[in-house]
């Protein structure tokens, strides 16, 4: 398993805050018909990507880069897999709002998840308003660390992490494999490039916002080692690239009559409820 983990739903802690039990997919498990890492320990052949495709991600992800404070909205779409091999979709909203180079907020709600992420550089806190429940952790001092952190210790996914580091380039070429311009089109009125991008264990598809605000405007992933091959989509969209913020917004304050849970004991009622 990669360092980014392409399947972006919140489980463990959140689970048990809100968000159900049924949306925390089974990594280890490998669909029918997928193909294996190579054996042997040869080193992984270089990418073939399209050059138009691989400057039109470096130029997105410099911008992003250069980006201090900003807000966006992601619609998102979860796809979980049963163990009958039915397939449901989940819809989610989110809030999020970034400050560089230590703070994070993410306000979720949807059909499953009514749940805050914050980080406020010492702590990671995700809070269920359905149950009035949160979990808290001492948490690294950087948001590339803290991302790390809550994806390995906590199995806790913001919306759309791979594109908050600090540098998304590295991150989203990990694993990738091939790379094409699949060419023009509009998302939410925004005329955008096309990209598509396969790798070992995910393909992954971006949309990027054209002229000189090469935001990423539409995210879709496929989970190719999971069972059933889930699929997650987000749009991204109420671009703001200079919000007002206060360093209050990204801390949790615990609403009266609320309980506090422990992360261990939130991932275990998790899988007892599976």
Not at 54 to 70: A, H, I, P
Request: hydrophobic letters at 45%; a positive charge; one cysteine or more.
């Amino acid at each position: 398993m990669t360092r980014r983990k392409r399947w972006a739903v919140i489980g463990g802690a959140a689970a048990v805050l809100g968000v159900a039990s049924l949306a925390v997919a089974r990594q280890q498990e490998t669909a029918p018909g997928a193909v294996p890492p190579a054996a042997g320990g040869k080193a992984a052949a270089a990418p073939r990507v399209d050059p138009k495709a691989n400057e039109l991600l470096k130029r997105m992800s410099d911008y992003l880069s250069g980006l201090q404070t900003f807000s966006f909205v992601a619609e998102h779409a979860t796809e979980v897999v049963l163990q009958s091999g039915e397939k449901l979709e989940f819809l989610a909203d989110s809030n999020v709002m970034v400050q560089r180079p230590n703070h994070l907020r993410s306000d979720r709600r949807g059909e499953k998840a009514n749940v805050s992420l914050y980080y406020d550089g010492k702590s990671v806190t995700i809070y269920g308003h359905r149950m009035n429940m949160y979990a808290m952790a001492a948490a690294p001092p950087t948001l590339d660390a803290a991302i790390d952190f809550t994806r390995k210790q906590l199995n806790v996914e913001a919306p759309a992490a791979d594109l908050l580091y600090a540098a998304p380039y590295p991150i989203l070429m990990e694993d990738v494999v091939s790379g094409t311009y699949v060419g023009e089109a509009v998302v939410d009125g925004a005329k955008c490039h096309h990209l598509a991008f396969r790798g070992n264990e995910t393909d992954w598809q971006v949309w990027i916002e054209d002229g000189a605000r090469p935001l990423p405007r539409r995210y879709v992933i496929v989970s190719k080692k999971v069972v059933g091959t889930p699929e997650f989509q987000v749009e991204l969209r109420a671009w703001n690239l200079s919000p007002q913020v206060t360093p209050e917004m990204f801390v949790f304050r615990p609403p009266p009559g609320s309980e506090r849970i422990d992360f261990v004991g939130a991932a275990k009622a998790a899988r007892q409820a599976r």
